[in-house]
């Protein structure tokens, strides 16, 4: 179980920054002055963010079965540096001393909870596990070039307290179906409801997520399960997270369960040079982006923060041949069936339907806009049938008492509904 377990970690370290620091990389801009958007568990007494999250996902397990489930999140670390004075240390935002410059900045720390519990046990009983991080506090001295003391940087973890529960039980059916919960809870004591939120964030689970990986059994896929299960599916409860399958397509070993929405078997694009901190972002258009900041941009993305400086430096270095290689790739090629639109059929409720079968249109078994409502239960005729480059099928059809229907046929206007959004007429 620890290959898989491992080939997921990368899915899950891009799940762990993502929006962690948002380019231009610097702590100026705007969209770098709120922070933490992703999978936040505050204190509990702390309004307006949840503190507990709750994962509810299904597996196969007729017999035994061992689960390795892990908690990943980020701890949030403050860095202040402070001007000496006659009386004493003074936080600034920023010091500037020999050419060099001293950023205030809140960065962050991995942290990680693992432990192994039994099918069985979790069965019989729910099993807690507490989770302790201590705080700790670093000094640096900052000297001016002739060695006198004229500042400091202090780098703090406040402690963290939380708990993980983990729960299971057997559905009744015969196909083994296990339901597993796991529920994640910030315990720390908060009394102050009016704090900033940047001290809120420092006794929180920031990007907190699951890596559940099992062993004697197989999780199943809660966004597209198999027909026995989907009742099952759709019982499962989860708040403040997305659990999907990850790791090689086919495997249903390891589950993430994410802050942020992914499909199942998410995975990093091999030509990502490394993290940008905004999967949802193209790499080459943040590279590029980043070779255009300014030297004084660069300056201060530097001094904001480590990982922002490791961005400026892989960007600068990177070949061109690897930046060839962000511009586009295929993943998938499949050559379809050679039939045209007009010969190709589909069979529904046992009816082949072709061009010029009369359909009946039930929109909204599978999704629906207003625009498609409007026309449940109209007849159409099928003009065409559509292979789409993942191998579904669609409808494109024509109202009967449509009077525009001859010019859509002649301009090939039409309209389009999947085979289960239809029945023959």
């Known amino acids: 179980m620890t290959a898989p377990m491992e080939a997921a970690r990368r899915v899950a370290d891009a799940v762990l920054y993502e929006g962690y620091l948002l380019y231009p990389y610097r702590a100026s801009a705007a969209k770098n002055r709120m922070r933490w958007q992703f999978g936040v568990l505050v204190p509990p007494n702390y309004p307006g963010e949840p503190s507990t999250s709750v994962t509810e996902c299904l597996l196969e397990a007729p017999g035994e079965a061992q689960f390795d489930v892990r908690l990943r999140f980020l701890h949030v670390r403050s860095r202040t540096v402070e001007r000496e004075e006659d009386d004493g240390y003074w936080p600034v935002p920023r010091l500037t001393l020999g050419g060099r410059d ?18 069985a046990h979790v069965t019989a009983r729910r099993c807690t596990i507490e989770v302790r991080v201590p705080g700790d ?12 003391r004229t500042g400091r940087i202090v780098c703090a973890h406040q402690p963290l307290d939380a708990e993980m529960r983990i729960s299971a039980e057997r559905l009744p059916g015969p196909y083994g179906l296990v339901r597993l919960r796991v529920e994640v809870e910030n315990t720390a004591h908060w009394e102050r409801a009016d704090a900033p939120r940047e001290e809120a964030l420092r006794r929180s689970l920031v990007a907190a997520h699951l890596l559940i990986g099992v062993s004697g059994g197989a999780f199943v896929s809660l966004l597209d399960p198999p027909l026995w299960a989907e009742a099952a599916a759709r019982q499962c409860r989860n708040e403040n997270t997305w659990p999907v399958l990850v790791g090689e397509p086919g495997r249903r070993d390891v589950v993430l369960s994410s802050p942020i929405i992914l499909y199942d078997h998410p995975a990093v694009a091999p030509e990502s040079p490394g993290d940008l901190f905004d999967s949802t972002e193209i790499d080459e258009l943040l590279t590029l982006r980043t070779l255009t ?4 941009e660069k300056r201060e993305a530097r001094i904001t923060d ?13 070949p061109p041949e690897l930046l060839e290689r962000l511009h586009g790739a295929i993943r998938h090629l499949e050559v379809p069936a050679r039939t045209t639109p007009e010969d190709d059929a589909v069979t529904v409720a046992g009816v082949r339907i072709a061009k010029g079968s009369r359909v009946r249109l039930r929109p909204g078994r599978r999704r629906a806009d207003a625009h498609d409502m409007f026309l449940a239960g109209r007849t159409a005729r099928v003009e065409a049938v559509f292979l789409d480059l993942d191998g579904l099928r669609h409808l494109a059809v024509t109202l009967e008492d449509d009077p525009a229907a001859d010019l859509q046929r002649e301009q090939r206007r039409f309209l389009y509904f999947a085979p289960d959004e239809v029945e023959p007429a």
């Open 137 to 148: 506090r670093l000094i640096e001295p900052i000297d001016d070039p002739g060695g006198e």
């Open 306 to 318: 480590p990982r922002a400086a490791e961005i400026l430096e892989r960007a600068a270095d990177l």
């Open 102 to 119: 001293y950023l205030s900045f809140d960065e962050a720390t991995e942290r990680e909870a693992r432990t192994a519990v039994s099918l």
């Open 293 to 296: 900041l300014t030297e004084e």
